[in-house]
């Protein structure tokens, strides 16, 4: 008898603790899911808002690159006329494309004088001033108020006109900062991010898409994000803010226009949303899903590779075109050698893409580029072909001659034009006497030299045929 009660003694007592054990094994390996997902969580929130950063960066550089293109060629085509505040000039704005995001599209003349596109023009303004605006030449402004006076203030992009080397006037666009944040908020957490753009020299928030009652980087609750973001420096960090309030990480990078520091801005509840239900799915299921633990962070760890490997994905292909895009361009062109031997740079931009968009929508704009881009790919193949702006494509080519490069892209403005679309292309191939970026900017001059020439020539019939 005694020996029966010893041994359910040690029975109950190995029993115990072998559950002692299970337990104690499955809370650490709990904590450890926990930890490792609350990490992943971390890291991948790391790579979704620096890859957003960037590609939010690009695009509203490449918006802002092609007004201004817009506006250059614009400005050229005005400064044939004496009377800016003649009909037609006033014709010649309103066929500029006005967009979701800009206001309207005005000449500012030294008498302080905004003529509209919709007429109504404002003599005597108090808003701009011609001298103030005109120093700097091209350049695109802080928030500003209306020429009305009405809320929400704009940011304008100024282009001199000019007439025998003198300014003659200002042409400038308006763009609504609210409608910007709004139409290119970050496609991340169920688009709950948001993005800001922070003027370095003054500290003033220019496009704010998180908390309007910050208006200065100085009212951030970090003092350390806005010195950072003071000091055009590129970073990640966490906002800790008080209790009443969530905490929030920010992704922030200099860009190339004026001053400017973009930031992208997600609340940690939003970022730990479905780590969130993980830990509470494990805390009530602990004792079933014990077995299944190890298999549940493996599909943590699978899925949070298939995430990057698609971050990855999207940061560097066109989803348009499906041609690499500006972000693996300038990673290729970081990789390139000035002792790099035959090798040869085709530069073209896609003709009319506004007047398109204009009058007959977007989807044909964009069936324009597909095509395009379809073309480009069988001409030269679509490993060396980027789409690096909205209608521009850079095209590189090793071991052809300029003569064998011609003769291909003769075959491609045929087979675009087939199609009534227009492109203008520039080439030039590297030789010992400039380096790959004089290689590049060469064949971009040539390609706006003939898209200059284009416009000049058959480019106001396009736009009149169009507009038709």
Known sequence: MKKVKTGNSLFRNKNLFSTFALIMYIVLLTSVVVYRVDHLTREQCYQLLSSSTNEACIRLENNFKSDRSSLR?????????????????????????????????????????????????????????????????????????????????????????????KITGLL???????????????????????????????????????????????????????????????????????????????????????????MVIVAKSEVFSSANDIESFLQIFIIAVAVSLACYLGWVVYTNRLAIAATEKQANIDVLTGLQNRNRYESFCRTLDDRIGDFACIYIDANGLHEINNSKGHLAGDQMLRFIADTLKIAFGEDMVYRVGGDEFVVFQRGKS???????????????????????????????????????????????????????????????????
């Open 73 to 165: 060629m614009l400005a050229r085509v005005i400064a044939n006329e004496s009377d800016l505040t003649s009909d037609e000039v006033n014709h010649f704005l309103t066929a500029y494309d006005i967009s979701s995001i800009t206001s309207d599209v005005a000449i500012l003349t030294p008498e302080n004088t905004v003529v509209r596109m919709r007429g109504g023009n404002v003599e005597n303004n108090t808003v701009i001033d011609f001298d103030t605006e005109s120093a700097p030449g091209e350049h695109i402004s802080g928030l500003q108020p209306r020429i009305n006076g009405a809320d929400p203030p704009v940011i304008r992009s100024f282009v001199p006109i000019k007439n025998s080397g």
């Open 172 to 262: 400038f666009l308006e763009m609504n900062p609210g409608a910007i944040a709004s139409a290119w908020a970050p496609e991340i957490y169920g688009r709950k991010a948001s993005f800001c753009v922070a003027d370095r020299a003054t500290g003033n928030m220019i496009i704010n898409g998180w908390n309007t009652s910050i208006t200065n980087v100085s009212q951030l609750p970090a003092p350390e994000l806005a010195e950072n973001i003071m000091g055009g420096r590129t970073g990640f960090v966490q906002i800790d803010a008080d209790e009443k309030d969530d905490d929030y990480f920010v992704s922030y990078m200099p860009m190339e226009i004026e001053d400017w520091e973009i």
């Open 402 to 468: 300029e003569e064998e490069l011609s003769e291909a892209l003769k075959k491609v403005h045929s087979e675009v034009e087939k199609n009534d679309y227009h492109i203008a292309s520039g080439i030039c191939v590297h030789n010992d006497e400039h380096s790959i970026n004089d290689m590049i900017k060469t064949a971009e001059g040539r390609m706006y030299e003939e898209k200059k020439r284009y416009y000049e020539s058959r480019g106001q019939q396009v736009r009149n045929a169009l507009s038709d």
